[in-house]
């Protein structure tokens, strides 16, 4: 017989909240707490700093604003690593790691906290043989391997800023990011297991790494692949031979911790500045109230550690909190699409946390591959990335959950850390597509394009006020200007979060995007990354890239293309959407290109993207008139019927 599992919800009305069982070990129960975080949310913020963390030395100051910077905690020191690792080694033997490796014949590893301590220390160690030190920044290019994590750790125990790059970026991608930061050292892998397949990732590092800074690459043996030169470290050798203690280098609260590469407006990612004390503050205590993490729990959060949600809730977070983390190198349905509940079953996972497109891809399988599982284990259920549409939080609910889990549906940004908008899970209620509250101590409004309110329950933009966020960025790498004009220049004294949203009773309802970034499976694009891409191409003129809405992946990016010279047709198209594979990666790859012989363009020659996200989705095209070229919408109109 299957356990069914302890209820954590009751319906009340037509809403979900706590069940007295969660109230009963919940972190955090007391809606007052709202109320009294606003009266002095500076203050509040400092209490859980010092609650929640470690410091070497008390800050002089909670918070500092001069926009468009602000600092917490400053004159406060600490250290990073030693707040997820050290401070746990009471319990030395307590797993802080669970790994999963895809191929079905390699046991899965647990790793210690002890035994993590004794890795970070000795990685941090070669890391500093090899030149690093405090403020460098180090690349890392890895796939779901506890070594990334080692690597990670290791970089904050020394005061070096990791730069983590999405394994499936392309090396053009990987180059930029290396180059923007002036990396010294790359750390990468041989290569990693995706759907039974050793997938090379050497060979996409090493081109990336040619004629920039990096002086040594430091690869992990993963798929048994010999690497040999002057540059090249082995990750293992180089950890055998290396001394195991490292003293922790005390940060200034407000001192660089990482950098995450993300996409704007624009064609180039920026880099988005991350500190030391004010995300661990974020990290540790929205784990603790949002996840309702306890230090016996496992968590899993499917998210690659190339994105923010792979940084903070695979990983800091939950070793913040000394709770268990678990990480799964490969595909979610391999060998067969009960791999990862047979996982959630094996490893008792209980905090299960991941984005509406996985949701919507198991929805599409036969239920049997997951109601065969026992997923009584499983406590709370998160959701991140997109909006997430009624049928699959309730699908989410009934078939994961079993009914008896609160779903969690979190809205924050790689600029804000950690999660920022959602409902408590000791509090409630759980309303399906509506994220919730803003966390306590920090406040959201919902405003027109001049920075005032909206009527209540009217669409607007979504802004945060002052103090911000202790979790949110600090800047943009070396681009003062980018930082500006991206998140103030609209609002100059609120964040702007470039999302769309409404209040619902009460509670904050996310639309989406507002600027020209797509949600690619969760993914974060921006439509000009991939109109560079598609220009590279000789043959290409010019170039518009939409998102367009699917079913599966929330979005997915339609290319429109005036060529120069060539033959439109299927043969381009294919090379088309191969030259994105090369330049960014398959996340990017247009599901279809349009051969159009023009793109609809204002007098001042902007190409109205309005109007072809539009017509892809069949609805007729609004501000025609301010076209130069309005015949153009009709023959584009025809081209996507001729061959949809
Ligand atoms: C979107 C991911 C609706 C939003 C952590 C945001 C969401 C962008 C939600 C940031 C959610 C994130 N509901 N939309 N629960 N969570 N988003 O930087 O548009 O990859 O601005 O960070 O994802 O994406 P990013």
Redesign the pocket.
């Known amino acids: 017989m299957k356990k069914r599992g302890i209820k954590y919800v009751v319906k009340k009305g037509n809403q979900f909240y706590p069940s007295e069982e969660l109230k009963k070990i919940a972190n955090i129960t007391d809606p007052k707490i709202y109320t009294q975080a606003a009266k002095d949310p500076i203050k509040f913020w400092g209490d859980l700093a010092k609650e929640g963390l470690t410091w070497s030395k008390d800050w002089d100051k909670t918070y500092e604003e001069k926009l468009p910077y602000f600092k917490w905690f400053k004159g406060g020191k600490l250290n990073f690593s030693v707040n997820c690792v050290d401070r746990h080694l009471a319990h030395p033997e307590k797993t802080a790691l669970i790994w999963v490796p895809e191929p079905k014949d390699e046991k899965p590893i647990k790793i210690s906290y002890g035994e993590l301590h004794n890795k970070i220390n000795k990685f941090a160690n070669v890391l500093k043989t090899n030149g690093i030190k405090k403020g460098d920044v180090v690349s890392i290019y890895l796939p779901m391997i506890p070594q990334a994590l080692i690597a990670m750790l290791a970089c904050t125990r020394i005061g070096a800023i990791h730069s983590v790059v999405f394994s499936a970026f392309a090396s053009d991608a990987l180059k930029a990011r290396i180059q923007d930061g002036k990396a010294k050292i790359l750390i990468t892998s041989d290569g990693y297991y995706r759907r039974g397949k050793p997938e090379n990732l050497l060979k996409k590092a090493k081109k990336a790494a040619k004629r920039t800074t990096v002086q040594k690459i430091i690869v992990v043996n993963r798929i048994g692949k010999k690497v040999r030169g002057r540059k090249f470290l082995d990750f293992d050798d180089e950890l055998e031979k290396a001394e195991s203690y490292c003293k922790p280098e005390m940060m200034n609260s407000e001192d660089t911790m990482f950098l995450l590469y993300?996409s704007g407006t624009t064609g180039k990612p920026k880099g988005v500045v991350h500190d030391t004390g004010g995300y661990a503050t974020q990290a540790y205590w929205t784990c603790k109230w949002n996840f309702d993490l306890h230090p016996e729990d496992v968590m899993w959060c499917t998210a690659d550690i190339g994105?923010?949600?792979g940084h903070t809730y695979a990983m800091y977070g939950p070793l913040l909190t000394g709770a268990t983390t678990l990480v799964y190198e490969g595909g979610p349905d391999f060998p067969n699409p009960g791999r990862w509940w047979k996982i959630i079953q094996d490893h008792k996972v209980n905090v299960f946390y991941t984005a509406p497109t996985a949701v919507r891809m198991f929805m599409k399988i036969k239920q049997n591959w997951i109601t065969k599982y026992d997923l009584s284990s499983l406590k709370i259920l998160g959701?991140?990335?997109?909006?997430?549409d009624k049928k699959s939080w309730m699908w989410y609910f009934k078939t994961i959950g079993g009914s008896r889990c609160p779903i969690i549906?979190?809205?924050?940004?790689?600029?804000t850390g950690g999660t920022l908008i959602?409902t408590i899970p000791g509090i409630g209620p759980f309303v399906p597509t509506v994220?919730g509250k803003s966390f306590p101590g920090i406040k959201h409004v919902i405003v027109d394009d001049k920075g005032k309110p909206m009527p209540k329950g009217r669409q607007g933009f979504l802004a945060q006020t002052s103090p911000f966020a202790p979790g949110m960025l600090h800047g943009v790498f070396n681009n003062h200007k980018k930082y500006v004009d991206t998140y103030w220049k609209k609002f100059k004294t609120m964040y702007d979060?470039?999302?769309g949203a409404y209040l619902q009773d009460g509670l904050i309802r996310?639309t989406?995007?507002t600027d020209d970034?797509m949600?690619v499976a969760?993914?974060?694009l921006a439509t000009a990354e991939v109109e560079n891409a598609i220009h590279d191409n000789r043959k290409v003129g010019d170039v518009a890239v939409v998102p367009m809405p699917d079913k599966m992946r929330g979005q997915v990016p339609i290319a429109f293309v005036v060529l120069k010279r060539g033959k439109p047709g299927k043969k381009l198209e294919q090379k088309l959407r191969k030259y994105v594979d090369i330049k960014i990666g398959p996340t990017a790859r247009p599901a279809r290109i349009f051969f159009v012989p023009d793109l609809p363009k204002t007098r001042s020659g902007k190409i109205m993207r309005r109007i072809l996200k539009a017509l892809l989705i069949n609805e007729k095209p609004e501000g025609l008139m301010t076209l130069v070229n309005p015949t153009s919408v009709d023959k584009i109109k025809n081209i996507i019927t001729e061959n949809s």
Not at 383 to 388: A, M
């Open positions: 993300t994105w923010v949600t959701t991140v990335g997109e909006p997430i549906d979190t809205w924050w940004q790689t600029e959602n994220s979060t470039s999302d996310i989406g995007r970034v949600k969760g993914h974060r």
